[in-house]
């Protein structure tokens, strides 16, 4: 990537300059429970900023050690730091459809009875840190997945911009509508295109939800992201949340 200027960020500047309304974002970032140095760095990042990020976890990928240290970042500032389940260990159990962990080749009991024991583990390794939403591995589930979710006591399941809501009383769904890693044609978007991705979702009048994959992201894919999370710390007309307090300020479900 291109890093040498930040041009690709100026349409985004200029939709939150025009913006009529103050514009809602969040950051979310997968796949807590992988290359730990990468995430503790982008957590350090944010913090930095100001900003506040949700580690979604794998709760078979994460380890004790690491879950020590990320609860002493919850504890320490609860505003920016938060923790929740991500699947269960992030493994694909479709043969011929898209990856998925929790997808249509697996029955209700089966999602159930992973996402009860992927939230007991992190119960066991976080405590209370864990709030109530559930992040399915690569954004893909199915119904039964947010039937289980709401049967099991999630709150918020959170997905990407353009899957077909689910529309189940009782679970509200927030989802990401900017990824870092976006492609388009099975080519990768350039920072131009993420750029004006991003306005277009300012544009919107949507919340913009950023989705990050830190255990894929080296000192250039940080950079990059740096520029972007530096215009949306620093822009006024940008209202910064956590994903659960977002949630429960928006209409349900």
């Given at each position: 990537?291109?890093?040498?200027?930040?041009?690709?960020?100026?349409?985004?500047?200029?939709?939150?300059?025009?913006?009529?309304?103050?514009?809602?974002?969040?950051?979310?970032?997968?796949?807590?429970?992988?290359?730990?140095?990468?995430?503790?760095?982008?957590?350090?990042?944010?913090?930095?900023?100001?900003?506040?990020?949700?580690?979604?976890?794998?709760?078979?990928?994460?380890?004790?050690?690491?879950?020590?240290?990320?609860?002493?970042?919850?504890?320490?500032?609860?505003?920016?730091?938060?923790?929740?389940?991500?699947?269960?260990?992030?493994?694909?159990?479709?043969?011929?459809?898209?990856?998925?962990?929790?997808?249509?080749?697996?029955?209700?009991?089966?999602?159930?009875?992973?996402?009860?024991?992927?939230?007991?583990?992190?119960?066991?390794?976080?405590?209370?840190?864990?709030?109530?939403?559930?992040?399915?591995?690569?954004?893909?589930?199915?119904?039964?997945?947010?039937?289980?979710?709401?049967?099991?006591?999630?709150?918020?399941?959170?997905?990407?911009?353009?899957?077909?809501?689910?529309?189940?009383?009782?679970?509200?769904?927030?989802?990401?509508?900017?990824?870092?890693?976006?492609?388009?044609?099975?080519?990768?978007?350039?920072?131009?295109?993420?750029?004006?991705?991003?306005?277009d979702r300012v544009r919107s009048g949507a919340p913009l939800g950023v989705m990050l994959h830190h255990a894929v992201m080296?000192?250039?894919?940080?950079?990059?992201?740096?520029?972007?999370?530096d215009v949306l710390a620093g822009h006024e007309r940008v209202r910064r949340w956590r994903l659960l307090a977002l949630a429960?300020?928006?209409?349900?479900?």
């Amino acid at each position: 990537m291109d890093l040498t200027s930040r041009h690709w960020l100026a349409p985004l500047a200029a939709a939150l300059d025009a913006a009529p309304e103050p514009v809602d974002a969040f950051f979310r970032d997968d796949d807590g429970g992988w290359e730990d140095d990468r995430l503790l760095r982008l957590l350090d990042r944010f913090g930095e900023l100001g900003l506040p990020l949700d580690v979604a976890v794998i709760p078979q990928a994460l380890s004790p050690a690491v879950a020590v240290e990320l609860r002493r970042r919850v504890d320490a500032r609860p505003e920016l730091v938060g923790v929740h389940q991500h699947g269960f260990a992030h493994v694909n159990h479709e043969v011929e459809a898209r990856k998925q962990e929790f997808g249509p080749a697996r029955s209700l009991d089966e999602q159930r009875a992973d996402m009860a024991a992927g939230r007991a583990r992190l119960a066991e390794l976080l405590g209370d840190a864990v709030e109530p939403i559930f992040t399915p591995p690569w954004n893909r589930c199915t119904a039964d997945t947010a039937a289980a979710a709401r049967e099991l006591g999630f709150e918020v399941l959170s997905r990407e911009a353009r899957a077909p809501r689910f529309a189940l009383d009782g679970l509200r769904e927030l989802p990401v509508s900017l990824d870092w890693f976006a492609k388009r044609d099975g080519a990768r978007l350039t920072l131009t295109e993420l750029g004006e991705l991003a306005a277009d979702r300012v544009r919107s009048g949507a919340p913009l939800g950023v989705m990050l994959h830190h255990a894929v992201m080296d000192d250039g894919e940080l950079a990059a992201a740096g520029e972007l999370l530096d215009v949306l710390a620093g822009h006024e007309r940008v209202r910064r949340w956590r994903l659960l307090a977002l949630a429960r300020a928006l209409p349900g479900p």
